[in-house]
C-alpha cells in the first residue's frame, strides 16, 4: 500500500478548512500562514503526484479504491490520468497563489480561507474521481462556495447579482447532468458508478446520441460555451481577485474537463454524433468571445471575455475528436489556467491601487509596478499564441486538430480570434501599463509586497517554462489522449 | 418479555413524563428549575435512546398485542429518530423563556413523542388512530402555549380547527373501512383493496386526505405556515420535522400493508401530489420575507421531494424516502434551532433580522449556513445524498420527469436558500456596528446545534451505513 497522494491532496484542503474554522477570527495572521503553509504542502504533493506519474506506462495511476455505498456501487475511485495530472498540478498552483494574493484581506479572513479551501477540496476532489457519484459530490462542492466567496468579497456593485445568475447556471447545469449520470447508471445494468466500468457499457448509440447533449452540455456550463457562457464574465468581474484566478483559472476547466470524462469518454458514439454542433458553438466562443473582450473598457471584463474565447478553444479542441485537437485541448486547459490566474492577479493588483478599472482613465503603472507590468505582457504572448510561450504550444496543435476534421474551414474563421486577441491585449498593456500616468494617481500607487511577487513570479515560470520546454508537458497529456483515442475506437 | 421491550421507547418515555411531573414541585424557585428540568428531559430521552438500542432491537417483523403493534426494523428505526429529535427540542426548549420555565411543556413533548412512537409501530386501525390523536392533541396545545401571544394562540387555534376536521376525514375513512370488512388490522385488509371498487377508491381519498394534512401535502397544506409563525420556534420545528416523519410512517406502513402501490392509477395520483406540492411550496416560498414563513413552505416543498420516493416505492424508493426523512429531520431542526435563537435575542424572524448575523456571532452563522445548504441540497451536507437518492429511486422505477420536476424545484429552492445566507454574511445592520450587537447563545443550545451539525456532515459524508440501516428498515415492512 503506497502512501495515498492523491486522497491527502483531496481532503487536505477540507480539513484545513475545518481547523481555520475553529480559530478565532481574531488570529488573522495564524489564520494566513496556516492557509499559506497548506497551500505549500498542497503545491508540493500536486508537483510530486505529477512528477512521479509514469508517463511511459500511462492509463490511471495512484489509483485508490474504498467501498464507500457498496448497495449503490458507491466507492471513494480516486485514479489520475495524463488529462487530469497536469489538472491537479494547476489546481495546486493557483491555490497557492490564491493564497499569496490574498494575503491583504481584512474583513473575515477565516471564512474567506474556509471557503476558499473547501472549493479547492472540491476542484481536486473532481479531477481525481473515477467514480461518477464521487464526481458529482466534489463537483457540487465545488459549486457553492463561490457563491459566498463572490457574494461576501466580491466588487459591492455587482456581487449580488452575478454571485447568484454563476451559481443558479452552474446548479442548473450540474443538476441536467445528474439526471444524465443518473439514467446511464440504471441502462449500464452494472449497478455501479465506477466510470472505468461504466465505460464499458457499451450503451446502444440511439441511447448515446439522446443523452450525450444533456450530460456535455450540462458540464460545458461551466466551461463557459456558448450560449451558456453568460455568467462567466460577470462572475469573474464581481469576484475578489483569488476567487476570480480560482474561477477562471481553475473552475472553467472542472466543466470543460467533467464534460470530457462524462460526455465524451463514457458516450462516445453520442460524441461522434453530435462534434460538428459542439465545434459549432466552440467556433461561436472563440470569435465572438475574442470580439466582445476587444471592445471592453473594463480592465477585469477584457479578461473575463478572453477567457470565453479561450476556454471555446478548449471545446473545440475536444470536439475535434482527433489526436492533435485533443493534446491541443489538454494543454490549453493548463496554459490558459495559469495564464489567466496571472491577467486576473495583475488586475487586482492594480484595482486595489488605482480602485478604478476603467482603461482609459489607466496608464503609466510600469514604474510603480514593473513586476505586473511584465505579468502583463508575458500573460497577453501567452494568449496570442505567440511561440515560445505556453499558450503556442496549446493552440498549434488544436488548429492543426481542426484542419483534420471535414470542417477545416472553421480553423480559418477562428484564426481570425487570434489577430482580434493580440489586438486587444497588446492595446491594454500599453494603455495601463505605458504612456503617461494620471495626475490622480502620481504617488498613490504602492509597491506590491513580496507574497504578490513569488505569486507572479511562479505563474510566469510555468508559462514560459513550459513554452520553452513542451516535452515537460506534451507527453503527460499524450498518455492520457491516447485512451480517450481508444474509447472513439481509433477515430 | 418481547412484548414488553417492543415498547421499550414508550414505556420510558411514560416513565420519564411522570419523572418530570414529580420532581416539578421540589423546584419551587423558577431560577433553579430552568435548566434543570431541560437537561432531565433530554439525558432522560438519551437514556431511553440508548436502552432501546441496546435491549429492544427488532429481530424478525412480529405482530403484537393481539395484531396492534408491528415490531419491526422501520417503527423502530423512526423511533429512535423521534427520541433524538425530541430529545434536541427539549434542548431548544430551555431557551425560550416560557416554555423553560413550565414543567408541561417538556411533559407534552414527551407525550407527543410517545404518540409518534406508537405511530410508526401501529398495525391496527384503532391503534392508529389513538396514536395520532395522542400525538396531536399536546401538539395543538404547545402551539398555542404562549396564552399571552395572539399569534401564538391563534396558531393552536388554527392548527386545532383543521387537525380535528381531517381527524374526523379520517376516522370516517376508517370506519367505512371497518364497516364494510369487519377488519381492523391494517395487515388483514390487502385483499379488500386488491379490488377496484369505487368504494374502495373514496375510502383511499379519505384516508390519504388525512394524512395529507400530517404531511403538509398540497392541497393539504395551508394550514402550516401559519401555524409554524405562531407556534413558538423549538415547537414549530417539532410539527415540521419529528411530526412530519411520523405521517410519512404511517403513510407508508399503509401503503405497504394494503398493496395500494401495486396500482399505477394510485401512483401516477401520488407523483401529481408530489409535483404540485413540491412547486406550491417552493414558489410561495420565494416570495416570503419571514424565515419562519419561508422555512414552513420549504417543509412543505421537501414533502414533495420525500413524496417522490414514495412515488417509486419498489427498489430504491423506501429506502431513499426513510434517508430523506432522517436528513430532513436533522437539517429542518437545525435551521429551526437558528432560527430560534435569532428570534430570542432580535424578536423578530424578518429578514432584517438576520442582517449582519456572522459579524454578530461567528459560529451560529456557520450552523446557519450548514442548515439552509444542506436544505438546498449541497453536499458534503445530508440533504444533497438524500435527493440525490430519491431522485435515483425515481428514475430507477422509471419516473425520469418527476425527477426532471425534482430537479427543477430545487433550483428554485436554492435561490431562496442562499438569499437568506446572503443576508446573514452580506448585508449589515443598519447604522449600527455588529460588534455592539452579539447573539449569545446558551449552553444547551450549543450543545443542540454541535450535535445537529455533525449529524449533518455525518450522514452527508459517511451515507452508507445510514442508507443500509434505511433499506433494513424498508425490507422489514414486507
New interface residues.
Partial sequence: MQFPFLSVIVFLPAAVALVILLYKPEWKKAIRWTALAAGLVALVLSFWVYFAYDKAAGGYQFIEKYDWMPMLGISLHFGVDGMSVPLILLTGVVMFTGVLISWGIEDRPREFFAFLFILASGVFGVFASLDLFMLFFFYEIAVFPMYLLIAIWGWVRTREYAAMKLTLYLFVGSVISLIGALVMYFTSGQHTFDMLVLATAQFTPEFQKTWFLPVFLGFAVLGGIFPFHNWSPDGHVAAPTAVSMFHAGVLMKLGAFAALRVGIMLLPEGAKFWSPLIMSLALVNIVYGAFIASVQTDFKYVIGFSSVSHMGLVAMGFATLNRDGMIGAGLQMFSHGVMTALFFAVVGMVYDRAHTREIPKLGGMVKPLPLPAIGLIVGSLVSMGMPGFSGFIAEFPIFRGIWGTERWWMAIIAAVSIVVTASYVLLVARKVFFGAMPAEFEGHISPINVFDKIALVLLMAFMIGIGLFPALMVPWVQTGVDRILALLGGA | MTNLLSILPEVLLLALGVLILILDPFFKKETARRPFLGWVTAAGLLVALTMSLLFARPAAPVLLFGGMVRFDGMGFLFKMFFLFAAAVTALFFMDEEKLARRAEAYVLLLAATLGMCLMASAADLVMLYLAIETTSIPLYILAGFLRNDDKSTEAGFKYLLFGALTSAILLYGFSLIYGLTGKTNLYDLSLYFSNFTLISISITFLILAGLAFKISLFPFHFWAPDVYEGAPTPIAGFLSTASKAAGFAVLIRLLSATFIWVSADWSFILAILATLTMTVGNLIALAQKNVKRLLAYSSIAHAGYALVGVVAFMG?GLPSVIFYLIAYVLTNLLAFGVVSIVGRVTGSEEFPAYYGL??RN?GLS?AA?VAF?SL?G???FAG?VAK?FV??SA??SGW?WL??VG?LN??VG??YY?NV??YI??YRMENQDEEQHPVPVSRPVTAALIVLVVGILLLGIV??PW??FA?QAATALF
Fill in positions: 430504491w456572522s459579524r461567528a456557520l449556513l445548504l438546498a449541497m453536499p458534503p444533497f440525490v431522485f435515483v428514475v430507477q425520469v425527477a426532471f430537479v430545487s433550483i436554492l435561490y442562499l445566507l446572503k454574511y452580506l451515507f452508507g442508507f443500509g433499506t
